[in-house]
């Protein structure tokens, strides 16, 4: 936990005091794993370009060590080193020296390695009563040098030249954390977090800086040790950070330890240029702002003109890219709602329509027998229109008329046939049937308007001998019908209007 306040002071001007951590939160990593044991390690950077480590000895040993711990190289030079860090350039390191206070540059590619010459002395401005409480870490943070000073806690800010040896100008001073005013161990600066993290071996602290020099936490370190430098290798996109302690052992061999899940959050961590206070989601680099969708509950690829956000490059399920629905519970955009449209899929139709049986096939439909439909096309056994007076199936014993089931014969025949008539030119239609069963015969005259179905006569037939066919031949002029039976024997009869007939 952090907190920040400015006092002012009554001869008039204001002065700016970091009060630091309110609290020292637990180490928030992984457990530590030692990679390497090497002679006083005092300093440590991560090299990106290289993917290794770089460690300086205090006896002026400089190491470069893969992830795993192996000496990868060893340039023995001179001098009590105790940081290490790059600057723009990564071709060049540069070493804090303490006693007197510099720093050196070293060339990694220049033949084999070595020192270029070029120095830079810090002791006008950083000095200690005790040689041996001066320098301690050093970093590179925005053009300019960070230096710990041991003995007060202190960060020192330079610009250097770093084309001129010797040309180096102080900035400014920084106190961390004003309780911390000695054995400041280590510094390293993350381009990519934008965070300094300073770590102070006798109060066993790592503190972490914003581009401020405000405090944003505050940790303690996983190890009583006497750490003496720090790397941070992020890894952006998981959001954590392998974090590398130098741990000098004052004369034995000091271990390299690497803690992972290191919690940081990169300024940019998918590398699309946009901040990650202002990126919607900074771990995707396809996108960075919030785009605007709009809602389709009816599914037809048409939005409302409202507007809702997301952070996504694709519309989520149930959003559009357009704003161009008129009514979004309408589907086909007919005019009908969704819940009154019959087919809200077809903008051709959004009433049932209705259709008329049509039970003998003969293309006109029954007015009292009706179905409705989603479709311009009738459904089976059905016609649009409601023309028939008579939709007639006959059956052995029952016929269908119109909508209901009459007996038309006493008893279930062997052989119908019927014919549907109009004799009279009137709104009655008379239905004369005829059925055979045994040596008998019925004729049955029923007639018919709309759902009015009566009827009015039936007569039985003795036959002599059995037929098995009858036909019935009507003449409309006279109002007869003929009766043909199969063996030649005829009948004529004359149909009156009241629905009787006699031969």
Same mark, same amino acid.
């Given at each position: 936990?952090?907190?920040?306040?400015?006092?002012?002071?009554?001869?008039?001007?204001?002065?700016?005091?970091?009060?630091?951590?309110?609290?020292?939160?637990?180490?928030?990593?992984?457990?530590?794993?030692?990679? @390497?044991?090497?002679?006083?390690?005092?300093?440590?950077?991560?090299?990106?370009?290289?993917?290794?480590?770089?460690?300086?000895?205090?006896?002026?040993?400089?190491?470069?060590?893969?992830?795993?711990? @192996?000496?990868?190289?060893?340039?023995?030079?001179?001098?009590?080193?105790?940081?290490?860090?790059?600057?723009?350039?990564?071709?060049?390191?540069?070493?804090?020296?303490?006693?007197?206070?510099?720093?050196?540059?070293?060339?990694?590619?220049?033949?084999?390695?070595?020192?270029?010459?070029?120095?830079?002395?810090?002791?006008?401005?950083?000095?200690?009563?005790?040689?041996?409480?001066?320098?301690?870490?050093?970093?590179?943070?925005?053009?300019?040098?960070?230096?710990?000073?041991?003995?007060?806690?202190?960060?020192?800010?330079?610009?250097?030249?770093?084309?001129?040896?010797?040309?180096?100008?102080?900035?400014?001073?920084?106190?961390?954390? @004003?309780?911390?005013?000695?054995?400041?161990?280590?510094?390293?600066?993350?381009?990519?977090?934008?965070?300094?993290?300073?770590?102070?071996?006798?109060?066993?602290?790592?503190?972490?800086?914003?581009?401020?020099?405000?405090?944003?936490?505050?940790?303690?370190?996983?190890?009583?040790?006497?750490?003496?430098?720090?790397?941070?290798?992020?890894?952006?996109?998981?959001?954590?950070?392998?974090?590398?302690?130098?741990?000098?052992?004052?004369?034995?061999?000091?271990?390299?330890?690497?803690?992972?899940?290191?919690?940081?959050?990169?300024?940019?961590?998918?590398?699309?240029?946009?901040?990650?206070?202002?990126?919607?989601?900074?771990?995707?680099?396809?996108?960075?702002?919030?785009?605007?969708?709009?809602?389709?509950?009816?599914?037809?690829?048409?939005?409302?003109?409202?507007?809702?956000?997301?952070?996504?490059?694709?519309?989520?399920?149930?959003?559009?890219?357009?704003?161009?629905?008129?009514?979004?519970?309408?589907?086909?955009?007919?005019?009908?709602?969704?819940?009154?449209?019959?087919?809200?899929?077809?903008?051709?139709?959004?009433?049932?329509?209705?259709?008329?049986?049509?039970?003998?096939?003969?293309?006109?439909?029954?007015?009292?027998?009706?179905?409705?439909?989603?479709?311009?096309?009738?459904?089976?056994?059905?016609?649009?229109?409601?023309?028939?007076?008579?939709?007639?199936?006959?059956?052995?014993?029952?016929?269908?008329?119109?909508?209901?089931?009459?007996?038309?014969?006493?008893?279930?025949?062997?052989?119908?046939?019927?014919?549907?008539?109009?004799?009279?030119?009137?709104?009655?239609?008379?239905?004369?049937?005829?059925?055979?069963?045994?040596?008998?015969?019925?004729?049955?005259?029923?007639?018919?308007?709309?759902?009015?179905? @009566?009827?009015?006569?039936?007569? /039985?037939?003795?036959?002599?001998?059995?037929?098995?066919?009858?036909?019935?031949?009507?003449?409309?002029?006279?109002?007869?019908?003929?009766?043909?039976?199969? /063996?030649?024997?005829?009948?004529?009869?004359?149909?009156?209007?009241?629905?009787?007939?006699?031969?």
């Amino acid at each position: 936990m952090k907190f920040f306040f400015t006092i002012l002071f009554s001869f008039g001007f204001f002065a700016a005091f970091t009060f630091g951590c309110f609290a020292i939160d637990a180490w928030p990593g992984g457990e530590g794993t030692m990679i @390497a044991a090497l002679s006083e390690p005092s300093g440590i950077v991560w090299h990106e370009g290289r993917q290794t480590l770089f460690v300086v000895e205090d006896g002026g040993t400089l190491k470069e060590i893969s992830t795993l711990g @192996a000496t990868l190289n060893t340039w023995p030079l001179a001098g009590d080193f105790e940081g290490i860090t790059l600057a723009e350039n990564d071709r060049y390191l540069y070493i804090g020296i303490e006693n007197p206070d510099s720093i050196v540059e070293f060339d990694l590619q220049s033949g084999s390695g070595e020192l270029t010459g070029k120095s830079w002395d810090l002791t006008p401005w950083m000095s200690s009563a005790d040689p041996n409480q001066g320098l301690e870490g050093l970093a590179y943070r925005n053009g300019h040098f960070l230096a710990g000073l041991q003995e007060d806690g202190k960060i020192y800010v330079f610009d250097v030249n770093l084309n001129s040896s010797g040309d180096v100008e102080h900035i400014e001073t920084l106190t961390p954390y @004003a309780i911390y005013d000695d054995d400041i161990s280590g510094i390293d600066y993350s381009s990519n977090t934008g965070i300094t993290y300073a770590i102070f071996d006798s109060d066993n602290a790592l503190i972490e800086l914003n581009a401020a020099n405000e405090i944003v936490e505050c940790y303690s370190l996983p190890d009583s040790a006497q750490q003496e430098g720090i790397a941070i290798k992020t890894n952006c996109m998981s959001r954590s950070a392998d974090l590398y302690l130098a741990i000098d052992n004052g004369g034995s061999p000091g271990p390299i330890v690497k803690y992972e899940n290191y919690p940081i959050t990169c300024l940019d961590a998918d590398s699309d240029g946009v901040n990650y206070n202002s990126d919607c989601n900074d771990y995707d680099p396809s996108i960075s702002a919030n785009q605007n969708y709009y809602r389709d509950a009816d599914g037809d690829g048409f939005g409302t003109n409202v507007a809702t956000s997301f952070c996504l490059l694709t519309p989520p399920a149930g959003y559009v890219t357009n704003a161009s629905d008129q009514n979004d519970n309408d589907y086909d955009n007919d005019g009908s709602p969704s819940g009154s449209d019959c087919n809200d899929a077809d903008s051709s139709i959004s009433q049932n329509q209705t259709y008329y049986r049509d039970i003998d096939k003969d293309e006109l439909g029954d007015a009292n027998t009706t179905t409705q439909a989603c479709s311009f096309s009738a459904p089976g056994g059905y016609v649009s229109n409601a023309s028939d007076p008579a939709d007639i199936s006959e059956g052995s014993r029952s016929f269908y008329i119109n909508g209901n089931d009459y007996d038309i014969f006493p008893d279930e025949m062997t052989t119908v046939q019927h014919t549907d008539l109009n004799y009279f030119s009137d709104d009655w239609h008379e239905i004369i049937a005829v059925g055979l069963i045994s040596k008998k015969a019925y004729i049955t005259l029923a007639r018919v308007r709309g759902s009015e179905v @009566a009827v009015t006569k039936r007569v /039985r037939i003795k036959i002599k001998k059995k037929h098995t066919s009858v036909s019935i031949t009507a003449n409309l002029s006279r109002n007869k019908f003929t009766t043909r039976f199969s /063996r030649g024997k005829k009948y004529t009869w004359k149909v009156k209007s009241s629905g009787s007939f006699k031969r």
